[in-house]
């Protein structure tokens, strides 16, 4: 069974508040509800928001390289235009891209918009953000939301996905830029927890087939829950219910950098940020590798 969300077109309050193309209520492959607050998230957002705005306004160099073949200049504006598409998404107004074509969706709207100045990126996405906010404050409880085509996923996982830019996007320009990027664990431990709705969808099936195991994860100071990979498949469980193969318990800015494949699990692990145990402890570092990178 899958754990219920309320239509958008149900709960958008006020005559501004426009609703989503889809009817629908979240029916995803998750039966552990993670329980993360849309608020919780849009305040996480607003503050992780802030701090990436003026981290911007303090680059030099927007030529630089960042992350992949982007510079700084072209990862923020990457980023700045990331909360109008998410706002865009849940409100039904856009074409959404396909989970298999954002990287495509991505280098297309670069080339569409030359704008690399970090000062007026940085304006742009916090006008974005704001934006994006406060269209959330509409919202009564927790709404399904397509967010890539053909992905339904609760309003407050639409909301992780673009926290979750907000700070590895911050990484990877501060980094680039010689700048501190602090990441929150209470921001990082809402990100993943907000993840699981998607996580079945961006499995990858190629690379987790015959993959069949099943894991214990914990973020310190957030979600539990059962990982359980059969073939190709993701179900998310309630943590407790069945005998599992590993028991992971991590850092939440370790794995939230870690999933997006920023850092390598040695030195984590070596610190006591990454622990598993149980009777195939060695399966913890083939988790990562099981996902698209989007």
Known sequence: MSYRYESLRSVARGTNALPSVRDTE????VTCNPHIAVDSLSRALTEAGNAFASMLRRVKDPDRPAIGVWTVGETAAHAAHSPKYFLEAAQGTTELAALDDVADHNAEFLSNDP???????????????????????????????EVFDGVVVPMSTLLAVELGEVLVHGYDIAGASGLNWP??????????????????HVI?????????????????????????????VLQIEEAGTE???CHLSVDPATYLLLSFDRIN?????????????????????????QFKTI
Do not use: C, M
């Not at 990441?183 to 079945?200: K, N, Q, W, Y």
């Not at 190629?206 to 059969?230: M, S, Y």
């Not at 149980?278 to 913890?284: K, V």
């Open 26 to 29: 979240y029916e995803g492959d």
């Open 115 to 145: 704008e690399r100045d970090p000062r007026v990126l940085a304006n742009r996405f916090e006008n974005n953000e704001l934006a994006l906010t406060t269209y959330t404050g509409t919202l009564d409880g927790d709404p399904a939301v």
């Open 183 to 200: 990441i929150a664990a209470e921001h990082a431990a809402l990100t993943v927890g907000g993840l699981l709705p998607i996580l079945p």
């Open 204 to 232: 990858d099936p190629a690379k987790a087939a015959g993959f069949d195991a099943r894991f214990a994860f914990r973020i310190r100071g957030g979600i539990e829950a059962t990982f359980v990979f059969d073939n190709g």
């Open 243 to 245: 005998p599992v193969d």
């Open 265 to 289: 699990p040695t030195i984590p692990t070596l610190q006591g940020k990454i622990v598993a145990w149980g009777r195939r402890p060695w399966l913890a570092f083939k988790v990562a590798s």
